[in-house]
């Protein structure tokens, strides 16, 4: 069965980005509701409302959308029109295939003075004699009836004629509401034998008392496998035995009432639990998928059926994964180890064993922006894992080539050879060497005699007078 909640209306709300108090046209068919309720506090401001083909048994809850225009109840369990006074903007009402028996109900639409368009065909006043001309007399505001347009005429006629028309109504509506009351009775009847039969097969193998024998329980327990067989046909003739009832159920004549509409609704939810117990059953919990091997060995799986592609350079493995492009990332998980990849996507694994060993650590993975691709960068190390056996092969590295040429110019370097002996720390103290003062002496005057004085020497040491 069917309620009204906010979950419901929000979720038929998506042309109004779920938004419920600003709603004008809400679509609520074919949900099996049995009670109108929630819609006048939760839609202020709803203009047009589907409501057909439900289990509502009565019009209400409804008097306070002032913005109402179109109401749609056709396929409905309603037996009288009320409670739409105060839908002041009802200009079009649809009651098709109800069980509209009192047809005097309509006189409460009178005070909807914009109501133009009515559908009453497939209920048993419908039946009734001088129906059309009784509505038309009594709604004088109505432009429509079941489709065709009221003439001046027809409405001229009907209001002569409607001191004659209305007892003969009356009497029809009396003779209708003997014949529903029965009917009620009978169904109440049928629904409380059906209950007790139900009760007496639930309880069938149990003939109310309880037993504490020990023995008893013990030698039960020992025939239990040897009921296990009888157990089995007592299913398939259970399965037998439900098809059969439905069969009869489906094949039985019976009136369209509401009764009748809520008894088929009832069996048809026992035999979707009955289904869905079955399909439980046979539901078998898939075994988890195996992503390494008994040896050791990773496998290569791709359960999301994913394209993807490898490069091997010589530095690094790039794997470019094209991912969904509006999958969000949280559903996205990355493992990256020394010989394979794994990466869950929605919770499937996408694994790959790469062609040689990298390092985790320094792995990065990016997704882009506009494709939604996944890419991962792993980086190589100096060692090469093939498949089968294990070759180890040098990779020369950056580092490894600078390593190589520092040894081989350090071989080609001479030495200055030194004496062991005088290999000492040197004396910081004589680092600066003190120079001695030494008096500067004074220069004596020269005295250049003259070239007549027969004394004269010139000696060269002498400095020359000024």
């Keep these: ?22 709603l004008e046209e809400l679509s609520l068919h074919q949900q099996e509701i049995e009670r109108l309720e929630h819609i006048d506090k939760w839609c202020r401001d709803l203009k047009i409302l589907y409501l057909q083909n439900n289990l509502i048994g009565k019009i ?23 409670n739409l006074e105060g839908c002041e903007e009802l200009a079009k009402l649809d009651l098709t295939v109800n069980f509209i028996g009192e047809l005097s109900s309509i006189k409460t639409l009178q005070h909807n003075i914009h109501l133009k368009e009515l559908f009453l065909m497939g209920n048993p006043c419908a039946s009734f004699d001088h129906y059309r001309e009784f509505v038309v007399a ?16 027809e409405r001229i006629k009907a209001l ?19 014949k529903r009351a029965k009917l009620k009775e009978e169904a109440q009847r049928k629904h409380q034998e059906e209950d007790k039969n139900e009760d007496k097969r639930s309880n069938a193998g149990f003939d109310g008392r309880w037993y504490t024998d020990i023995n008893a329980t013990l030698s039960s327990l020992e ?16 399965k037998l035995d439900n098809s059969e009832d439905d069969l009869e159920f489906w094949n039985k004549p019976c009136l369209f009432t509401p009764e009748s509409r809520l008894e088929t609704l009832r069996h048809m939810e026992k035999q979707r639990k009955n289904q869905e117990k079955l399909s439980e059953k046979k539901k078998k919990v898939k075994p988890p998928r195996t992503l390494i091997a008994e040896d050791g060995k990773a496998l290569n799986v791709n359960e999301p059926k994913i394209d993807f592609s490898l490069k091997d350079n010589e530095k690094q493995i790039i794997l470019d994964l094209a991912v969904y492009r509006y999958m969000d990332t949280s559903l996205i998980d990355v493992d990256v180890q020394p010989t394979y990849v794994r ?23 990016k997704r882009s922006q506009t494709t939604g691709h996944l890419v991962i960068c792993m980086p190589k190390v100096g060692e090469v894992i093939t498949g089968g056996q294990r070759a180890f092969k040098s990779m020369k590295t950056t580092s490894d080539r600078s390593r190589e040429q520092t040894n081989t110019r350090s071989k080609h370097m001479e030495k200055l050879e030194v004496d062991p002996s005088k290999h000492s720390f040197p004396d910081v103290t004589n680092i600066v060497q003190e120079k001695k003062y ?12 003259s070239e007549e004085d027969p004394t004269f020497e010139d000696n060269p040491e002498v400095p020359p007078l000024i």
């Design 1 to 22: 069965m069917g309620w009204i909640t906010e979950d419901l209306i929000r979720r038929n709300a998506e042309h109004n980005d779920c938004v419920i108090f600003s």
């Design 60 to 82: 209400e809850n409804v008097s306070k959308l002032k913005k109402l225009e179109y109401l749609n109840l056709a396929l409905n369990n309603i037996e009288k029109i009320e």
């Design 138 to 153: 009594t709604l004088p505001q109505l432009k429509w009836l079941d489709g065709k347009e009221i003439e001046p005429s």
């Design 160 to 178: 002569q004629d409607y001191s004659v028309i209305e007892p003969q109504i009356r009497e029809q509506e009396k003779d209708h509401c003997l």
């Design 223 to 238: 025939s239990k496998d040897h009921l296990q067989a009888p157990d089995i046909e007592e299913n398939n003739t259970k």
């Design 343 to 365: 990466v869950m996507i929605k919770g499937k694994p996408f694994q790959l064993v790469l062609p040689a060993e990298v390092k985790p650590d320094s792995s990065s993975a």
């Design 438 to 449: 030494t008096p500067r002496r004074r220069p004596e005057p020269k005295i250049i005699p």
